[in-house]
């Protein structure tokens, strides 16, 4: 895996220099880089790039995709809602310990739940943090700002001990990296730059461990449908959808 911070035209250089000083990367003209993943500024938003297949993935809080579930995807009775606990009048905490690209974090903040996301690679937090400065103007995503909605670069499994009892969320959520298996040709695409960026998540019982620890009422992990129990350790219950099972686990 190699990242290089590109740009498109001359009007991004000064930007793309920033956060190539940043990330301690190497800046270039995207047309000057062949067959590698990069972070590429573009006059809307920063993406990372799969140059040798010629794919890109951002994150847009406000338009396309999220959006369309955030109108159409079943408030608080759609699976994940139900699986986090919430309920009329309650709107759990929630810690993201494997945000991604943020997109089941936004879904619960347009629920109405505080968000903390944790994302141990600087790279991919940085398209999250990209996503959240164009929609801070944005008045359906300023109330999320307010409730709560806030990116953290760092290790899960080593930031998840140190919170101090005051801090300690009602729920800690995960959604370790597998193998995408959707027929879709583009999500099958994207799965594949962050996990050839990433790899596969190796420290998921440890951090399914320190979460029951921390997590006041309960820790949610995604799996898809038919897969093992995280670690063999069978939930206290699940909710499951069409291709997704959320595992419920109590606190220990």
Same mark, same amino acid.
């Given at each position: 895996m190699? #990242?290089?911070? *590109?740009?498109?035209?001359? +009007?991004? %250089?000064? $930007?793309?220099? =920033?956060?190539a000083?940043?990330?301690?990367?190497?800046?270039?003209?995207?047309?000057?880089?062949?067959?590698?993943?990069? #972070?590429?500024? *573009?006059?809307?938003?920063? +993406?990372? %790039?799969? $140059?040798?297949? =010629?794919?890109?993935?951002?994150?847009d809080?406000?338009?396309?995709?999220?959006?369309?579930?955030?109108?159409?995807?079943?408030?608080k009775?759609?699976?994940?809602?139900?699986?986090?606990?919430?309920?009329?009048?309650?709107?759990?905490?929630?810690?993201?310990?494997?945000?991604?690209?943020?997109?089941?974090?936004?879904?619960?903040?347009?629920?109405?739940c505080?968000?903390?996301?944790?994302?141990?690679?600087?790279?991919?937090?940085?398209?999250?943090?990209?996503?959240?400065?164009?929609?801070?103007?944005?008045?359906?995503?300023?109330?999320?700002?307010?409730?709560?909605?806030?990116?953290?670069?760092?290790?899960?499994?080593?930031?998840?001990?140190?919170i101090?009892?005051?801090?300690?969320?009602?729920?800690?959520?995960?959604?370790?990296?597998?193998?995408?298996?959707?027929?879709?040709?583009?999500?099958?695409k994207?799965?594949?730059?962050?996990?050839?960026?990433?790899?596969?998540?190796?420290?998921?019982?440890?951090?399914?461990?320190?979460?029951?620890?921390?997590?006041?009422?309960?820790?949610v992990?995604?799996?898809?449908?038919?897969?093992?129990?995280?670690?063999?350790?069978?939930?206290?219950?699940?909710?499951?959808?069409?291709?997704?099972?959320?595992?419920?686990y109590?606190?220990?």
């Open positions: 190699i #990242l290089t911070i *590109t740009y498109a035209t001359d +009007e991004q %250089r000064s $930007l793309a220099e =920033n956060l000083q940043q990330l301690k990367l190497d800046c270039l003209p995207v047309t000057d880089v062949q067959n590698q993943l990069v #972070l590429n500024v *573009t006059p809307t938003h920063l +993406e990372m %790039r799969d $140059l040798e297949h =010629n794919v890109a993935i951002h994150v809080f406000i338009s396309g995709a999220l959006a369309h579930r955030r109108q159409y995807g079943g408030g009775n759609q699976p994940l809602g139900k699986a986090i606990g919430l309920k009329p009048g309650i709107t759990p905490s929630v810690l993201d310990a494997t945000a991604g690209l943020g997109k089941d974090s936004f879904v619960l903040a347009t629920l109405g505080p968000i903390v996301m944790i994302e141990r690679s600087p790279f991919v937090a940085a398209l999250i943090r990209d996503a959240i400065q164009r929609a801070a103007t944005d008045e359906s995503f300023i109330p999320l700002l307010k409730n709560s909605f806030t990116l953290i670069n760092t290790n899960a499994v080593e930031y998840i001990p140190a101090t009892d005051d801090k300690k969320p009602d729920v800690i959520y995960l959604d370790p990296m597998y193998p995408e298996k959707q027929k879709s040709a583009l999500v099958k994207n799965m594949q730059i962050l996990q050839k960026l990433l790899g596969h998540d190796e420290d998921t019982e440890q951090l399914l461990t320190v979460a029951r620890h921390c997590a006041k009422k309960r820790v992990v995604k799996r898809p449908k038919g897969a093992e129990f995280i670690g063999n350790i069978k939930p206290a219950f699940d909710v499951a959808s069409k291709n997704t099972r959320y595992d419920v109590l606190p220990i």
